[in-house]
């Protein structure tokens, strides 16, 4: 096992990388560095040069990226911006409403499938999809919250008649009030741009319910709702 951490999530310099905690990171035993890719896509050479040379001073190295897109660039709903998407590296789209997800994939990859799959959403039901659309070998990594239904569907065949190594991965993310904190002064230190992702947004506190209920039943158009508590 080896142990990464992202530096954007805790940056307080002015790139926004993340990169001014590698000394400590290597000092503390990391095995390597998280920097964000849409940050660093926003530097010049000079400054990449800098970035790349602080990290290649220690021992750690590089070896996973975050935020391929930056906040201000919609990616999914009826408003995403396909045209930002792709100037910001992304080749191919999906919709559920051109059919079947993994029947999508399959077609697109010459019935091979792709290496990894990511679970943000839909139901008990979306595994056949992810499980179909993953070749042998992949990884499927769910971060969705499956509030119904008694069983996960798996399809036997797809999933190489349990001998494909097609590995599937569900965990929650770390709590704690350090960890809140520390995501909560993203946002308000403008580091971290939420609007695109708020869909339905409440306020007071008699739409606490409703706001729930919309993370229960996902509707089409969910991302997230956000409920605004205004102080008297």
């Not at 400590?24 to 040069?49: K, N």
């Not at 910001?88 to 079947?100: Q, W």
């Amino acid at each position: 096992m080896r142990f990464g951490c992202c530096g954007s999530l805790v940056a307080s310099g002015p790139d926004r990388t993340g990169v001014e905690i590698v000394e400590r990171l290597a000092e503390y035993g990391y095995d390597y560095i998280e920097l964000p890719l849409a940050e660093m896509m926003e530097l010049d050479g000079g400054a990449f040069g800098a970035l790349r040379a602080r990290v290649e001073a220690t021992s750690l190295r590089c070896e996973t990226c975050n935020n391929f897109f930056p906040a201000r660039v919609r990616l999914t709903g009826p408003e995403a911006d396909l045209d930002a998407a792709r100037g910001y590296g992304a080749t191919d789209f999906i919709s559920y409403k051109d059919g079947p997800i993994g029947e999508q994939v399959l077609a697109m990859t010459d019935g091979k499938g792709v290496d990894k799959v990511l679970i943000a959403g839909g139901d008990v039901d979306t595994f056949k999809e992810a499980v179909i659309a993953v070749k042998p070998g992949g990884k499927i990594g769910n971060v969705n919250y499956l509030g119904s239904g008694d069983y996960i569907d798996i399809p036997r065949v797809e999933w190489g008649v349990g001998m494909g190594h097609k590995e599937i991965n569900g965990g929650l993310m770390p709590g704690g009030r350090l960890r809140m904190e520390k995501l909560a002064s993203l946002v308000t230190c403008g580091r971290l741009d939420l609007k695109p992702l708020l869909s339905h947004v409440f306020h007071g506190w008699d739409h606490l319910e409703e706001a729930l209920f919309l993370m229960r039943d996902k509707p089409a158009d969910l991302i997230k709702p956000v409920v605004v508590i205004e102080e008297d």
